[in-house]
Nanobody
Framework: QVQLVESGGGLVQSGGSLRLSCAAS????????MAWFRQAPGKEREFVAD????????SYADSVKGRFTISRDNAKSTVYLQMNSLKPEDTAVYYC????????????WGQGTQVTVSS
């Protein structure tokens, strides 16, 4: 199994930046596809970004494309989400997730970290 722990959330002004971190542990965690999801109150959880185990294949939701960057450091077993040009609509609990690349669903989830963007 894989354990994921997010950190780096907080309060930021609109237009500001924030970087989230997700520390992964467990056997084979470095081979997993890692992703960030987010969920705002009253809304369904939505995909934000993911990155393959090599770090060279990434994808983003249209809503964050050009503003957010996902990356990973396998030596540190950590995945990051650099968030720039933040908007109030980015306010949500952000979750780190992991899965094997061939799977559709993510099997492992962190506890979430709150990101609040003020107007």
């Amino acid at each position: 199994q894989v354990q994921l722990v997010e950190s780096g959330g907080g309060l930021v002004q609109s237009g500001g930046s924030l970087r989230l971190s997700c520390a992964a542990s467990g056997r084979g965690s470095s081979t997993y596809t890692m992703a960030w999801f987010r969920q705002a109150p009253g809304k369904e959880r939505e995909f934000v970004a993911d990155v393959r185990s090599t770090g060279g294949f990434r994808s983003y939701a249209d809503s964050v494309k050009g503003r957010f960057t996902i990356s990973r450091d396998n030596a540190k077993s950590t995945v990051y989400l650099q968030m720039n040009s933040l908007k109030p609509e980015d306010t949500a609990v952000y979750y780190c997730a992991a899965k094997m690349s061939y799977k559709v669903q993510y099997d492992y989830w962190g506890q979430g970290t709150q990101v609040t963007v003020s107007s």
